[in-house]
């Protein structure tokens, strides 16, 4: 009898296969396809009813100082001690945060935050850096977490405390240096790691970004790195101060892939003396969208308080013969009782243009041409011709319209005007009388 072959290493084929395949074709790619009649439908689990989501990735964006950080740990005392949502909506079983901030210190800031919140710390971890062998100096040496390539530092952080939220803040200080932050490809592949993790263990993500300088078409533009980073979010939001109200904050989604977008909150930063810093405090719900909060202040819906700025600073520069340095404007508006911000946000809807100066390295504040103060027009005949209005833009008893400040003489030229016969100062002109100024008539001599 002769002996059985000996089966050539390769691949198990398939069940069915030919006796004797091709071990080439064993290992082309082949697709996966998952019918959906053999998927079971699931609802979203959320950790915040329409805001956070457990498993997903959520993107904050906004600029420096509207206290981004400090609304994060507000949301993470929440979490760990299962207090009420901002908006009311009863807490959840408390749970554990992991904490990625490369801006902010442990000891002097973190902690501070997270005690004035109410947090419970024990709960709280922050992953500082990751710990390696320098096999040169035969020592552990610390380095800052990257991503994707320490995902499974994070993993293993979020499961020790049972993180429901992880905090990356701010997102750029930890993309890894061969990570493009302006390649869509490079940061879906730094970020599919991350989401993938944070879906396994349950855990929302929220990434935090700065306001880009300059504007955009559309509030999903407007967080720094590539449109990727917003894509993969599942929510965004913009953080950005009430334009109505400057001490105010307001939190406006930007985009929701998986439910409608949520009501914007407001909340302000208030004081916490027995902590040394700021906590949050919240406001509810408001009617402001993200567009409202990032429109330009020009196209901002004038408010009471934005047009009366808007009308003293027209005045003020029309005062001023058209221009004015930008420190003489601060100063006069302070003067005015009026908020710096506000008449600056004012200056576009005025038509106001800035140049740099010369002198001191200041600026200088101009109307545009069309609005700029025209010469003195001719008023109509005033009572005694002396005098003119009470103001550019006002009607006087004494000169007619747009006449100028108060004693200013009248053009000689004016219907009804001519020199006195005794000094040549304008006076009114009396076809049956010699024409006489009242101090000239009085004997009183001339200015």
């Known amino acids: 009898m002769l002996p059985e072959p000996t089966r050539r290493p390769g691949p198990t084929p398939p069940p069915n296969a030919d006796p004797d395949p091709d071990p080439e074709a064993l290992l082309r790619p082949r697709p996966t396809l998952v019918r959906m009649s053999e998927v079971v439908p699931e609802r979203i689990n959320w950790l915040w009813p329409g805001y956070l989501a457990a ?3 959520h993107v904050v964006d906004g600029d420096p ?17 299962g207090k009420p949502w901002p908006d009311g909506q009863p807490g959840a079983n408390p749970a554990g945060v992991v904490l990625l901030s490369a801006e902010d210190d442990p000891a002097d800031t973190i902690r501070p935050r997270l005690d004035a919140a109410g947090a419970d710390p024990a709960r709280v971890a922050a992953l500082t850096s990751v710990k390696e062998w320098d096999r040169q100096d035969a020592a552990w040496v610390d380095r800052l ?3 994707p390539g ?21 997102l750029m200080a930890y993309l890894g240096e061969k990570v493009n932050e302006y390649q869509d490809k490079d940061v879906r592949r730094a970020l599919t790691p991350l989401i993938k993790a944070a879906e396994a263990a349950g855990c929302a993500v929220v990434l935090v970004r700065h306001f880009t300088k300059g504007g955009g078409p559309s509030p999903i533009y ?4 590539s449109i990727g980073i917003i894509g993969a979010a599942r929510i965004g939001y913009a953080v950005a101060k009430d334009p109505q109200d400057e001490t105010r904050v307001i939190v406006a989604p930007t985009k929701a892939n998986i439910a409608v977008l949520p009501p914007s909150l407001a909340y302000r930063l208030v004081d916490a003396p027995d902590h040394g810093c700021a906590r949050i405090e919240w406001e509810g719900q408001v009617d402001y969208s993200a567009a409202d909060l990032l429109r330009e202040p020009a196209e901002n819906d004038a408010g009471p308080v934005r047009t009366k700025a808007a009308d ?16 003489d404007v601060q100063a006069a508006a302070e003067e005015a009782g009026l908020a710096w911000r506000t008449v600056h946000r004012a200056r576009k809807a005025v038509g106001v243009t800035t ?10 504040w101009s109307l545009s041409a069309n609005d700029a103060p025209p010469a003195l027009p001719r008023g109509t005949n005033g009572t005694n011709g002396k005098t003119a209005g009470h103001g550019v833009g006002a009607t006087g008893t004494n000169g007619g319209t747009n006449g100028g400040t108060n004693d200013a003489p009248l053009l000689l030229d004016l219907p009804g005007i ?9 006076t009114r002109q009396d076809p049956d009388r010699t024409a006489l100024c009242e101090r000239c008539h009085e004997g009183r001599p001339a200015l």
Not at 71 to 81: H, K, P, S, V
Not at 312 to 327: D, F, R, T, V
Not at 355 to 364: I, K, M, N, P
């Open 145 to 147: 977490v990257t991503l």
């Open 355 to 364: 140049e740099r100066s010369g002198f001191a390295g200041g600026s200088v």
């Open 55 to 57: 498993g997903k990735l």
């Open 150 to 170: 320490d995902t499974d530092m994070v993993r293993q952080a979020i499961d020790q405390v049972r993180a429901a939220l992880l905090v990356v803040d701010p």
């Open 312 to 327: 003293w600073l027209a005045g003020y520069l029309q005062e001023q013969g058209g221009q004015a340095p930008a420190a």
């Open 418 to 426: 001519g020199p006195c016969a005794g000094c040549g100062n304008p």
């Open 65 to 81: 100082g509207t206290g981004k950080s400090t609304m994060t740990t507000d949301l993470a005392a929440r979490i760990t001690t």
């Open 222 to 225: 407007r967080g720094g790195g």
